[in-house]
């Protein structure tokens, strides 16, 4: 089944007559996503490969029901976007921007929730329910690390999502649905508040968090599993262990302040609430197969 997305979500993009929104709706489609319409202001009455655009986002969610919005659009111009989205009733939302301004992203995620919609991102390579549909911009060769499964995962990560998600389906698992929530400091959307949609998904059996220093997202995620309000089996595997402090590694969320935010506080936290912690992206098929078995 999957969350967020399936291939009866019907999806609008924003931004998609630029080189990256054409580009990559043409990627989305060939993996099942249900693109309705495109929306880039002045350019109503083109179409990209048969999707008509239109000039605004309510124009084209009222034209075509669209219930999804995916965002390729710059960083100055995301919070405008996001805000078009949710004025027009879309509820779910991903933006793939890096670099947009802090105030804007905490305007957006205060937006989101004020509305009780879905913004995955920014600084995020989306979100893919394998063999049913994709928001965002996952590689080409997605088919070969990304296969249809019953193992939910949610990442701050880019690269380490494929090396991890990879272990996951070398261990004879594969994914019900990839989250990428971004390496922001402000992300639209925490790990804690997608665990309830896995919680209740009846074909998602265990969940993997790719983490990383900074932050208490991680944390949050061992505070749900000790409290009994996620019952699933709960992996993690966290980038960082060797950051030094006060120096940003990559992310400008990873980032260790204050004398928290470390890696090894974060797999303390996970493993006294009960989750697995690979030390190495490998140890992570192993550990599921620990926790479900035969499962898969």
């Given at each position: ?30 993996l099942g996503t249900n693109v309705v319409a495109g929306v880039t202001p002045g350019k109503m009455g083109q ?171 991680e944390e949050e995620c061992a505070e749900a599993v000790a409290s009994g309000s996620f019952t699933k089996p ?63």
């Amino acid at each position: 089944m999957g969350i967020f997305i399936d291939n009866n979500t019907r999806v609008l993009v924003q931004g998609i007559t630029g080189k990256e929104g054409s580009f990559w709706t043409g990627h989305m489609r060939s993996l099942g996503t249900n693109v309705v319409a495109g929306v880039t202001p002045g350019k109503m009455g083109q179409d990209i490969d048969g999707i008509p655009v239109f000039h605004t986002v309510r124009q084209a969610a009222a034209a075509h029901e669209a219930d999804a919005a995916m965002l390729f659009v710059p960083p100055r111009f995301t919070m405008d976007a996001v805000f078009e989205a949710l004025d027009a009733g879309i509820r779910k939302i991903v933006t793939i921007a890096d670099g947009i301004p802090m105030q804007d992203c905490l305007r957006i995620r205060r937006a989101a929730l004020d509305t009780e919609a879905r913004v995955i991102g920014g600084n995020t390579s989306g979100v893919i329910t394998p063999g049913k549909a994709m928001m965002g911009f996952f590689p080409w060769w997605i088919e070969r690390v990304y296969k249809p499964g019953r193992i939910g995962v949610m990442t701050r990560s880019g690269s380490l999502t494929n090396e991890v998600t990879a272990m996951v389906v070398e261990a004879g698992f594969g994914v019900s649905t990839l989250i990428g929530v971004g390496g922001d400091p402000v992300p639209g959307t925490r790990f804690v508040e997608m665990l309830p949609d896995f919680e209740a998904d009846s074909q998602t059996d265990a969940v993997v968090i790719i983490g990383e220093l900074g932050g208490t997202m991680e944390e949050e995620c061992a505070e749900a599993v000790a409290s009994g309000s996620f019952t699933k089996p709960l992996i993690a595997f966290l980038g960082g262990r060797n950051a030094p402090t006060g120096k940003r590694m990559g992310h400008a969320g990873a980032i260790v302040t204050g004398g928290k935010g470390d890696v090894a506080s974060k797999s303390a936290a996970l493993r006294k609430a009960g989750a697995g912690v690979a030390d190495r992206p490998r140890q992570v098929g192993g550990l599921l197969l620990e926790a479900l078995g035969a499962r898969r």
